[in-house]
């Protein structure tokens, strides 16, 4: 079965699709109106989905002006297929009560903008991903059980990720093996544990890319693995897709996962070994370290283990300079706002299933199936900042996040 092109929807503002076909000798154009009726919005990503033009159209043939002023942002195409490709921008400032109109035009042009650019080089067995040249993350999707991010670079220049098991670093802790870096897995999926490594566990296997992307926006990865058993046998597949936008003075991580029932029903059980798992560095531990873990209802550091909350961050110095990851669940994820599996050793995840664990509910309510042919999909945003949680703005981040600007489009216009 050919694997179809997953689109995460946690990087949007809104996605409008848009109405209409391109003519060969007639390049579109479209008129975004955003609003901001809420809140306000700093470096919120934007996009619209509108239908691909007739002709072959590459990253530089694509422009967004604010309709007002006249000026040119930097902006991204990315196709989504033969028929339809999508529009990125960042927004940098948007007051609560504003509305901003854009001016997005198909052209024949080209139009660098600056330095700036977020860059995905696909090799043997690792898509490399640069922001303005300086290393951000790895996506080692060969040479283990499951695919991985490592290392994670911050803002500060330095790991925010332990190195263990991918390099010993003296003074590292070399516990759980399986925890690398940045992943997702679960501990019982149809019986089966793929959260541990070794015999009798299963295996996440990479089978394809469907996008690796460079751009001045945001580096796009899209990915598509298989789930095999420890007898070989295929117990479902994923699609997943990472986002990395380059914004300022922090990293801003786009995670999406869709898990496919392909080859017959696939059941979560309640377990607490799982999901979307993240190891901070030995000095942001919370035992052993310096650091502190703060989730979005205000509970602190070994409080927050089984809570359930819409964010959480942990955070710490490294090097001197006290920076932080923050897990932001998506309002549309199952069971949300998420448990958090995060312990003060540095294991740091997001898990909606292990209620037994968390709740102390033996009943099974922590299961979840889906049924043969079904789908789940889990989408995160990982932000990480400098400084405390308060002093990153973690809450108003995540605010823009489950609820963003209002987004209205149509063809033509100004």
């Known amino acids: 079965m050919s694997a179809r092109p997953f689109v995460s929807l946690s990087s949007a503002a809104v996605v409008g699709i848009l109405a209409g076909v391109a003519c060969a000798d007639k390049l579109p154009h479209y008129t975004v109106t955003l609003s901001a009726p809420h809140r306000s919005c700093h470096q919120v990503p934007v996009r619209i989905v509108v239908p691909a033009p007739k002709q072959p159209t590459q990253f530089g043939v694509v422009t967004v002006a604010d309709v007002k002023t006249g000026r040119r942002v930097a902006c991204q195409d990315v196709p989504l297929s033969l028929e339809q490709t999508e529009v990125t921008w960042l927004v940098d400032q948007l007051a609560q009560g504003e509305t901003r109109a854009y001016r997005v035009a198909f052209t024949s042009e080209t139009r660098p903008y600056g330095e700036g650019f977020v860059h995905a080089e696909q090799a043997t067995d690792a898509v490399e991903i640069t922001i303005d040249g300086q290393l951000f993350t790895r996506y080692v999707f060969r040479g283990a059980p499951k695919p991985y991010c490592y290392p994670i670079i911050g803002p500060t220049g330095a790991p925010v990720t332990r190195a263990y098991p991918m390099e010993n670093v003296p003074g590292e ?21 793929f ?24 580096g796009l990865v899209r990915a598509v693995s298989d789930w095999i058993g420890p007898g070989g046998t295929k117990v479902c597949e994923e699609n997943r897709e990472l986002r990395i936008y380059r914004v300022p003075d922090a990293r801003l991580l786009d995670f ?159």
């Open 173 to 193: 802790p070399q516990d759980h093996p399986h925890q690398r870096s940045l992943w997702f897995t679960f501990g019982e999926v149809n019986g089966i544990d």
């Open 195 to 218: 959260w541990s490594e070794g015999p009798g566990a299963g295996r996440e296997v990479h089978r394809q890319f469907q996008a690796v992307q460079s751009g001045p926006i945001l």
């Open 256 to 414: 999406g996962i869709t898990i496919r029932a392909t080859e017959g029903p696939v059941e979560f059980g309640d377990t607490k070994e799982g999901m979307f798992g993240i190891r901070v560095a030995t000095p942001m531990q919370l035992a052993g370290g310096q650091g502190h873990i703060l989730n979005a209802v205000g509970q602190r550091d070994g409080d927050t283990w089984g809570k359930a909350a819409e964010w959480c961050d942990y955070f710490g110095p490294v090097k001197g300079e006290v920076v932080g990851i923050a897990i932001l669940d998506h309002p549309q994820n199952l069971r949300h706002p998420t448990y958090w599996h995060v312990r003060d050793y540095g294991l740091f995840a997001a898990n909606p299933f292990g209620l037994k664990y968390f709740t102390g509910d033996k009943t099974g309510a922590g299961r979840y199936t889906i049924p043969q042919g079904g789908e789940l999909t889990f989408r995160y945003r990982v932000l990480i900042h400098r400084g405390t949680p308060d002093e990153a703005g973690v809450p108003a981040a995540y605010a823009q996040y489950a609820d963003p600007p209002v987004v209205s489009s149509r063809r033509g216009g100004r």
